[in-house]
T-cell receptor, first 113, second 112 residues
């Protein structure tokens, strides 16, 4: 059973471009969480999704950011018109149900130049 | 809403000594408390967790204690080794909003 897979591991985008971050949860996991982490800081919750549904997006900026978890395929975190301040590590985690251990991917490090 | 405070932010201990990291939470309805270890350049990894119906849990050199009355929980690492050096995060889960609320992290440094 492969762990949570995130790709790409590193992503460089110019200001104004779009960034697409992918997360394939562990097999059998239907709950996905996205977090953002700045260097030397903790994890900031962005969004919680179940298959085809956004459960809680209270941590995600209203503008430029969106997330989906389709019936088939990985969860996608999409950042439109990236700015320098979007540079961070973005982590995805999955769990089989709520209130159980969440497994993290290795993260995608986004650099906006 | 729930708030989790974690202390200390940095902890330096001699190899072989014990390390203790403490977290407090604000919402008495929180019922699940995991601890994660994050090594440089990697994602957080669950190392131990505890539920609110248990007071203590051990796994080899790692233990977690929970005091529901005082609303705090602690991570204990005994006989520390160089590979224990990492950032450790505590978290508290609240059923009402289906979220893990995270502490700010503790950077643990093991001195040889």
């Amino acid at each position: 059973n492969a762990g949570v897979m995130q790709n790409p591991r590193h992503l460089v985008r110019r200001r104004g471009q779009e960034a697409r971050l992918r997360c394939s949860p562990m097999k059998g996991h239907s709950h996905v969480y996205w977090y953002r982490q700045l260097p030397e800081e903790g994890l900031k919750f962005m969004v919680y999704l179940q298959k085809e549904n956004i459960i809680d997006e209270s941590g995600m900026p209203k503008e430029r950011f969106s997330a989906e978890f389709p019936k088939e395929g990985p969860s996608i975190l999409r950042i439109q018109q990236v700015v320098r301040g979007d540079s961070a590590a973005y982590f995805c985690a999955s769990s089989p149900t709520v209130n159980t251990e969440a497994f993290f991917g290795q993260g995608t490090r986004l650099t906006v130049v | 809403g729930e708030n989790v405070e974690q202390h200390p932010s940095t902890l330096s201990v001699q190899e072989g000594d014990s390390a203790v990291i403490k977290c407090t939470y604000s919402d008495s309805a929180s019922n699940y408390f995991p601890w994660y270890k994050q090594e440089l350049g990697k994602g957080p990894q669950l190392i131990i967790d505890i539920r609110s119906n248990v007071g203590e849990k051990k796994d080899q050199r790692i233990a977690v204690t929970l005091n529901k009355t005082a609303k705090h929980f602690s991570l204990h690492i005994t006989e520390t080794q160089p590979e224990d050096s990492a950032v450790y995060f505590c978290a508290a889960f609240l059923d009402s909003n289906y979220q893990l609320i995270w502490g700010a992290g503790t950077k643990l440094i093991i001195k040889p």
